[in-house]
């Protein structure tokens, strides 16, 4: 199956710390979602931690008439032993709604347990047919490497955050997944909104305002590379935010996974993948990461 190269993330489906409201998960989160498969884009990732599977629920509920166009990725959460990993992923399904995950990957490193105490178990789930795929997330490239002998074949994928600020996936994580034909899954690859430069006034209002990168300096400090993802937007007719989506999804085996706030929001996203940007824009963003 061919994944999209622009996703959904779904992290703020169903979770307070975001502050969308009660209204937002009722109705806008799950026709984002349709807007999303009508749109073409066919990974949605949740994961049962998202609003303590919320976000599962809402997901189900929105492919529920379109099971056959999504790639559903979801995540379990290190925590509890290993033996725990079939119920959790069977939870994970019934919420969905769904037989089969598509890519079930672990979301953290677990700090107890090593991969070869969790792989097996959930190579077990691939045999059964309950998983299709399985991937990891912020794992090292010597963690996911382990989790791959430990699984005995491919893991298919390593989300992880990867944008114009966070780039340390392209010292090693992108080279090897190159090599071997595995995917990156670029998560905040908009910097949790920073590189859309709507927060070059003032902070967002919600958790994100802790953040050191939308502190005072943080924005100042920022401030070029805006003006350049506004500078090389005007000339291909688009946004900062859509040129920084761009800039992820230029490289290859990358694929960008941002959340969506808004109907228009999700459309602007996935018209980035229709942006070409050249090797002298490229080059220019390479060369301002502060």
């Excluded at 700090?111 to 789930?125: D, G, N």
């Excluded at 114009?164 to 090897?176: A, F, G, H, T």
């Excluded at 000339?235 to 989506?245: E, G, S, W």
């Amino acid at each position: 199956m061919r994944i999209s190269a622009v996703g959904l993330g779904t992290w703020q489906f169903g979770s307070r710390e975001w502050g969308y409201g009660r209204e937002y998960n009722r109705k806008e989160a799950g026709a984002i979602v349709r807007r999303a498969l009508e749109l073409g884009v066919n990974l949605i990732d949740t994961a049962e931690v998202y609003g303590l599977g919320r976000s599962e629920r809402i997901v189900g509920e929105a492919i529920r008439e379109g099971r056959e166009k999504a790639f559903i990725a979801t995540k379990i959460f290190p925590i509890g032993l290993p033996f725990m990993v079939e119920g959790r992923a069977r939870a994970s399904a019934r919420r969905l709604g769904v037989d089969r995950l598509d890519l079930y990957q672990q979301h953290w490193p677990n700090p107890l347990f090593p991969a070869s105490a969790t792989m097996p178990r959930i190579k077990r789930l691939v045999e059964s047919g309950l998983v299709g795929h399985v991937g990891v997330s912020n794992f090292t490239l010597g963690g996911w490497q382990a989790a791959e002998k430990a699984f005995g074949g491919p893991v298919l994928s390593n989300q992880v955050l990867f944008n114009l600020v966070n780039r340390q996936p392209e010292r090693d994580l992108l080279p090897w997944a190159q090599e071997k034909g595995r995917i990156v899954l670029a998560y905040s690859p908009l910097g949790q909104g920073l590189l859309s430069g709507k927060y070059q006034d003032s902070a967002p209002r919600n958790f994100r305002r802790m953040r050191r990168n939308f502190s005072t300096e943080g924005r100042s400090r920022f401030a070029p590379l805006i003006a350049a993802l506004s500078e090389v937007g005007e000339r291909h007719n688009a946004t900062a935010a859509q040129v920084a989506l761009a800039w992820l999804i230029r490289k290859p085996n990358v694929v960008a996974i941002p959340g969506a706030s808004s109907m228009r929001q999700l459309e602007e996203n996935v018209a980035a993948a229709d942006i070409v940007l050249s090797d002298e824009d490229a080059s220019r963003l390479d060369g301002l990461n502060p």
